[in-house]
Every structure is written in C-alpha cells, then in structure tokens.
C-alpha cells in the first residue's frame, strides 16, 4: 500500500504475469488518479477512476476504488517489459491539492 | 501541442548557493504547480498557481524557497540559500481546471544535487 509509507516499494514480476498494486488514502475521496513515472520522466496519468465508477478499464490497466475501505488498486493483465515503471496514485480530496502516495517501483523481467 | 517545459534538466551546487527553476506550462492551462521529488519518493507539493495569483504555498518553506508566475504563463521557483536536503528532482506541472480536467500534466524535471 502506497500512502502513508515514505519510500516507494518495489515489486518485480516475469513478463507475461499479472501484477497488482494497491493503495490506501487517508479520508474520504471521489476520485483517484493513477500516474506512471519512467525513468527520467515527469509522471504520466494513465487511469482515472471516480466514486461512481468502482472499476474502471484501459487496454491491459484495470483500476478499482472501494470507498468504504478508502483503498485503490491498478492490476496490470500479461505484463510486458515496457511496463516497468513507478506507479502512484494520487487524489485531490476534493480540493485541487494532488497529493500523491510513495509509489511502487515495478520491474517487469523477461 | 508542446508539453510541459522545464529548464535547466540538472543543476548541481554547494550549500548556501542560489538557484533558479524555470517552467512553461501548457498554452492555456491555468493552473500550474510545483512538486519536489525527493529520491524514492513521490512527489510532494511545494506551491500551486490559478493564473497568476498564489492559491496555496503552504508546503513551501517560506525561508529559502520562492515562486512566481508574474503573467499567469511562466513560472519560476527559486531557492535562496540550498542545503543539502534540498537534493530532489524538482517538477513542474500545468493543468485546466476550468473543464475540471483533473489531469496534471509534468513536464520532466530538474534534478538538484546539493554538494
């Protein structure tokens, strides 16, 4: 789980794996953000999920958001090398302060 | 359409020295904000801007750290007097809140090393 921890954690997988990251936010929200970070990047946003929404898709990315155990996740299907990244999530709680958690380090191997 | 740019991409000082972080956002994004990405973490919010007017720089430390974005466009951050726990990738980031896009848009950086 991402928020809450200082460091980022890290996960390595084999390609072709599924992978699931999870995080946890401190009060309530109504949306969470998923960001990708490469390696000398700015983060990207990759998916989007709001309240109303509970499970959202894109391509290989499935993102959920249970509001009543204030927790999100991002589960990426047959991961490919080209998905490692860091991933974060982040909310606004409903203000326009994006406050992003610690992120997860992913290594895809081949 | 152009990203985000920043400039410069790494800046390397001693402590007590000045430096200057400069961002152009996006052509009509309104909203601009400033992160510090210490390493292995995620991005912490220092400042963010509506046009030109300061909405929130209550994380940033009002000491040493300044930032402007005089015409509501470019944007500059400044640090004063560095120190080493100042050592961070700095990151600049633009959005259009008045669609309520929600998306931040960052551009790639400025890795500051304090010696």
């Known amino acids: 789980s991402q928020w809450g921890e200082e460091n980022l954690q890290a996960l390595s997988i084999q390609e072709g794996e599924d992978v699931t990251m999870n995080c946890s936010y401190k009060t309530y929200t109504t949306v969470v953000h998923w960001y990708r970070q490469d390696s000398g990047r700015g983060p990207a946003l990759i998916i989007l999920?709001?309240?109303?929404?509970r499970e959202k898709r894109s391509g290989r990315l499935r993102a959920t958001l249970d509001t009543s155990s204030q927790s999100s996740s991002l589960s990426i299907t047959a991961a490919q090398c080209e998905d490692t990244a860091v991933y974060f999530c982040a909310t606004d709680y409903g203000n326009e302060k994006i406050t992003f958690g610690a992120g997860t380090k992913l290594t895809i191997k081949p | 359409e152009a990203g985000v740019t920043q400039s410069p991409r790494y800046a390397v000082l001693q402590e007590g020295q000045a430096v200057s972080f400069w961002c152009d956002p996006i052509?009509?994004?309104?909203?601009l904000y400033w992160y510090q990405q210490p390493r292995d973490q995620g991005p912490q919010l220092l400042v963010y801007?509506?046009?030109?007017?300061?909405?929130?720089n209550s994380q940033l430390p009002s000491d040493r750290f300044s930032a402007v974005r005089p015409k509501g466009t470019n944007s500059t951050l400044k640090i004063q007097s560095a120190k080493q726990g100042d050592t961070a990738t700095y990151l600049c980031a633009s959005s259009f809140w008045g669609a309520r896009a929600e998306t931040l848009y960052f551009g790639s950086g400025t890795r500051l090393t304090v010696l």
């Open positions: 801007f509506r046009d030109e007017a300061v909405i929130d």
């Open positions: 052509s009509g994004h309104d909203t």
């Open positions: 999920i709001r309240s109303n929404e």
